[in-house]
């Protein structure tokens, strides 16, 4: 089993920062993908970004050039540093590890951005 505890969301006015956090406990060894997801209200879940065992880092077009995610393997650590936000970056994020083909979240963080 992995549990994934996030921190860091809030309230932030447009064109400032955040960063997330998610911390990994339990059997971390094996994990071998990291990811962000959001959810915002009436919206499906999506990808935000990931980062696989091989380094390899995977945005969604939105967050390009905005956000950057950086993860330890040893510590189990996950972050996501969110620059010029926007109000439609709004939404509840969700860390995510990928173990064998088993995907485990966290409970998520709220992020809102206010215009």
């Known amino acids: 089993q992995v549990q994934l505890v996030e921190s860091g969301g809030g309230l932030v006015q447009a064109g400032g920062s955040l960063r997330l956090s998610c911390a990994a406990s339990?059997?971390?060894?094996?994990?071998?993908?990291m990811g962000w997801y959001r959810q915002a209200p009436g919206k499906q879940r999506e990808l935000v970004a990931v980062?696989?065992?091989?380094?390899?880092?995977t945005y969604v077009d939105s967050v390009k050039g905005r956000f950057t995610i950086s993860r330890d393997n040893a510590k189990g650590t996950l972050s996501l540093q969110m620059n010029s936000l926007k109000p439609e970056d709004t939404a509840v994020y969700f860390c995510?590890?990928?173990?064998?083909?088993?995907?485990?979240w966290g409970q998520g963080t709220q992020v809102t951005v206010s215009s």
């Open positions: 339990g059997f971390i060894s094996g994990i071998n993908a």
């Open positions: 980062n696989t065992n091989d380094g390899t880092t």
């Open positions: 995510h590890a990928n173990k064998r083909n088993i995907a485990y």
